[in-house]
T-cell receptor, first 115, second 114 residues
Framework: GENVEQHPSTLSVQEGDSAVIKCTYSDSASNYFPWYKQELGKRPQLIIDIRSNVGEKKDQRIAVTLNKTAKHFSLHITETQPEDSAVYFCAASKWGSSNTGKLIFGQGTTLQVKP | DGGITQSPKYLFRKEGQNVTLSCEQNLNHDAMYWYRQDPGQGLRLIYYSQIVNDFQKGDIAEGYSVSREKKESFPLTVTSAQKNPTAFYLC?????????????FGEGSRLTVL
C-alpha cells in the first residue's frame, strides 16, 4: 500500500525566514496531495492541496511543488510568522476508477517560528 | 453550526474493557474516517466508510470495530483486543467518496487506558 515519508520531524526558523518540508510517496498512482496544519490543541485543517496534473500551486505565503517522476512533493512557507508555528502533515491518496478513498499521512513536522 | 462532533473529549478505561467513541457530522458528507494520532507517527487510518452500511479497514484496524448505520454517525469501538489503545483519536468526514477533497476533522478524543 501507499507509504508517505515526511522530513524533517522538527524545524526551527527565525521569523521572516522560509521553511521547507518535504514528503515522498511510494505509490506512483497517487494523484492528490494535501497539506494539513494542526495548531497546538486544535484539529488539523487543510491549508493547500495539489493534484498530479499540476507541478506547483501557490496561495499567498505558502506553495506546494510536486515532482511526479521522483515521487516527492514539498511545502514552502515564505516570510514565516509566529502564527505559522504548528505541526504540518503531508498526505497522499489515489482517486479515479479504482479509488480507494484512503488518505495516507506522513509523520508530521513540528515547525517553530522564533520571533 | 455545521461541523463534526466527537465525544467524549477525554476517556479513561481499565484494561479489558471495550469503549466506544462517538462521531457525528451534520455536513451531509458521504465519507467518514477514523485516524489515530501518536507522537512522531502522524495520523494513521483505522477505518473508513464511503457510504452508509459499508466500511473498509485502514492500515491499523486490528482491535477496532466500526458501524455506519446512519450517514451522519460513525462510532468507533476500541476493543480489549487492541494492545496499545492509549492515543488521540480523530474522526473526519469529506463531501464525496468519489473525488479528492478536504477532510473536516473533529476535535478528537483522548483515550487513556489505566
Amino acid at each position: 500500500g501507499e507509504n508517505v515519508e515526511q522530513h524533517p520531524s522538527t524545524l526551527s526558523v527565525q521569523e521572516g525566514d522560509s521553511a521547507v518540508i518535504k514528503c515522498t510517496y511510494s505509490d506512483s498512482a497517487s494523484n492528490y496531495f494535501p497539506w494539513y496544519k494542526q495548531e497546538l490543541g486544535k484539529r488539523p485543517q487543510l491549508i493547500i492541496d495539489i493534484r498530479s496534473n499540476v507541478g506547483e500551486k501557490k496561495d499567498q505565503r505558502i506553495a506546494v511543488t510536486l515532482n511526479k517522476t521522483a515521487k516527492h512533493f514539498s511545502l514552502h512557507i515564505t516570510e514565516t510568522q509566529p502564527e505559522d508555528s504548528a505541526v504540518y502533515f503531508c498526505a497522499a491518496s489515489k482517486w479515479g476508477s479504482s479509488n480507494t478513498g484512503k488518505l495516507i499521512f506522513g509523520q508530521g513536522t513540528t515547525l517553530q517560528v522564533k520571533p | 453550526d455545521g461541523g463534526i462532533t466527537q465525544s467524549p473529549k477525554y476517556l479513561f478505561r481499565k484494561e479489558g474493557q471495550n469503549v466506544t467513541l462517538s462521531c457525528e457530522q451534520n455536513l451531509n458528507h458521504d465519507a467518514m474516517y477514523w485516524y489515530r494520532q501518536d507522537p512522531g507517527q502522524g495520523l494513521r487510518l483505522i477505518y473508513y466508510s464511503q457510504i452508509v452500511n459499508d466500511f473498509q479497514k485502514g492500515d491499523i484496524a486490528e482491535g477496532y470495530s466500526v458501524s455506519r448505520e446512519k450517514k451522519e454517525s460513525f462510532p468507533l469501538t476500541v476493543t480489549s483486543a487492541q494492545k496499545n489503545p492509549t492515543a488521540f483519536y480523530l474522526c473526519a468526514s469529506s463531501n464525496s467518496a468519489r473525488a479528492a477533497g478536504e477532510l473536516f476533522f473533529g476535535e478528537g478524543s483522548r483515550l487513556t487506558v489505566l
